[in-house]
């Protein structure tokens, strides 16, 4: 267990995180909800560089197949297209927020959740006491969320019936 990290790691899984996500949890100071909930965060090298943060817990691990990256990016930014073909080839959930790289995710068989989904699972977990203060510290910091969204991530934590 790290200092800075004080939870154990609670879900023993690697998964694959997007730019998007990186960034809003560093704009709320939460990036140590990612390596609480899980074992190992894998982000592509472009990820890394829309990031620009080096983090001790982020393992950049370039995709292998650069014909489905090269096809991915007529549908989505570069960050996204090594992102989804990072996932895609080691069989990981992904972190991914933008409707349209969402939408191409599905289509080629990715599993995925967003930003939210994470902090709803911190919260199922008891990582974090509540969920509203996240989501709001989010919309502060110019990370769209829907109304429709928040009222069922609220839910979902169980903060609103």
Not at 29 to 52: C, K, N, T, W
Not at 93 to 110: C, K
Request: charge should be negative.
């Amino acid at each position: 267990r790290s200092t800075l990290f004080p939870y154990t790691t609670l879900f023993r899984s690697r998964i694959v995180a997007d730019s998007i996500c990186l960034i809003g949890l560093e704009r709320i100071d939460r990036l140590d909800l990612l390596p609480a909930l899980y074992e190992s965060i894998m982000i592509p090298p472009a990820v890394q560089r829309e990031f620009g943060v080096i983090l001790p817990w982020l393992e950049v691990a370039p995709p292998t197949s650069s014909g489905i990256v090269i096809a991915l990016k007529m549908l989505v930014d570069e960050g996204e297209a090594e992102a989804i073909a990072l996932a895609r080839e080691s069989s990981n959930l992904l972190i991914l927020d933008d409707r349209d790289a969402r939408r191409v995710a599905r289509q080629i068989g990715v599993s995925f959740m967003g930003t939210v989904g994470m902090l709803i699972k911190a919260k199922q977990a008891g990582v974090i006491s509540s969920l509203k203060p996240l989501l709001d510290a989010l919309e502060v910091n110019e990370f769209y969320l829907s109304e429709g969204l928040k009222l069922e991530a609220l839910r979902l934590a169980g903060e609103i019936s």
